[in-house]
Nanobody
């Protein structure tokens, strides 16, 4: 499996929204359907933390800090995981990474920067 590719990061004011996308290049539908996907983030000087997960069965899980504000979903047509983020706060500032796990193999993307100004 190739590495996933994240996009959609940027600079936004507090209270704003962003939509992150994690595309899995060259993935056929049957593989994508069996893929677990997740978003992590890492702020400067902090450890990488789990933000949200979506299983192959579309079960979702969220960090307490983002519950009610972030929504993770999978788009079969685009072979992508989407992280819709709203009501962003300065503490959400971080590099956001996508991970994919299928057939026992996990791959990480390069990350996309999200910066929230107060």
């Amino acid at each position: 499996q190739r590495r996933p590719v994240e996009s959609g990061g940027g600079l936004v004011q507090a209270g704003g929204s962003l939509r992150l996308s994690c595309v899995t290049p060259g993935t056929i539908l049957s593989t994508f359907s069996n893929m677990d996907m997740a978003w992590y983030r890492q702020a400067p000087g902090k450890d990488r933390e789990l933000v949200a997960t979506i299983s192959s069965g579309r079960n979702t899980n969220y960090a307490d800090s983002v519950k009610g504000r972030f929504t993770i979903s999978k788009d079969n047509n685009k072979r992508a995981a989407i992280l819709q983020m709203r009501d962003l706060q300065p503490e959400d500032t971080a590099v956001y990474y996508c991970s994919t796990t299928v057939w026992g193999q996990t791959n990480w993307g390069q990350g996309t920067q999200v910066t929230v100004s107060s």
